[in-house]
């Protein structure tokens, strides 16, 4: 069975800052990885995705996330924070397209 | 396309009470997933269909709750005999699952208030 841990429950930043929020997962098969962001009353939108190749993976939004095979790591990064960026902030694994399991999330402060 | 949608988006009711969700996917999506999201918790997965076909259920799906997905289209997730511990939001999404696609949309959820 999967799991994903992610080690921070909120994140405080002030703008133009940069960000990471961890996640750390366990699988005993190899595993897609995700990152989704939810706005307030708002479904989950896709920030990114590792599937495989480049473990550096760019997405939208100016985030980006690498993927670490030893650490069973996939951070999500992000150089300069705007105001904007204020939501909430899920990991997620999958076997090869089917269910996903999520971490808790991580809310994501942005402070002016 | 107008992407993954559900109805009603808010939903209150008396325990006891059965309740319908409904969820109408992407349009070429052929794999439909229902989650439930508690506050403070990441989505649980429910459920999911492959066209009209239940291919998993997760244990935390107890036999007051069953889902349909006829002719493969939209789907409803019915409640049956409401319980306070069933409020919670319930997400769907869609994916289509071809070559190297696994990306899953979601849609904006129903939030369900057990009274």
């Known amino acids: 069975a999967q799991s994903v841990t992610q080690l921070d429950s909120q994140v405080p930043v002030f703008e133009e800052a940069p960000v990471e929020l961890r996640c750390n997962y366990s699988?005993?098969?190899?595993?897609?990885l995700f990152w989704y962001v939810q706005y307030p009353n708002q479904g989950l939108q896709l920030l990114l995705k590792y599937l495989s190749g480049s473990t550096l993976v760019k997405g939208i939004n100016g985030f980006e996330a690498e993927f670490n095979k030893s650490q069973t790591s996939f951070h999500l990064r992000k150089p300069s924070v705007h105001i904007s960026d204020t939501a909430e902030y899920f990991c997620a694994v999958s076997e090869k397209g089917n269910k996903l399991v999520f971490g808790a999330g991580t809310i994501l402060r942005v402070k002016s | 396309d107008t992407g993954v949608s559900q109805d009603p988006r808010h939903k209150i009711t008396k325990r006891g009470q059965n309740v319908t969700f409904r969820c109408d996917p992407i349009s070429e999506h052929n794999r439909l997933y229902w989650y439930r999201q508690t506050l403070g918790q990441g989505p649980e997965f429910l459920t999911y269909f492959q066209n009209e076909a239940q291919l998993e259920k997760s244990r935390l799906l107890s036999d007051r709750f069953s889902a349909e997905r006829p002719k493969g289209s939209f789907s409803t997730l019915e409640i049956q005999r409401t319980e306070q511990g069933d409020s919670a939001m319930y997400l769907c999404?869609?994916?289509?699952?071809?070559?190297?696609?696994?990306?899953?949309?979601f849609g904006p959820g129903t939030r369900l208030t057990v009274t």
């Open positions: 999404a869609s994916s289509l699952v071809q070559g190297s696609s696994y990306e899953q949309y």
């Open positions: 699988s005993s098969v190899s595993v897609y």
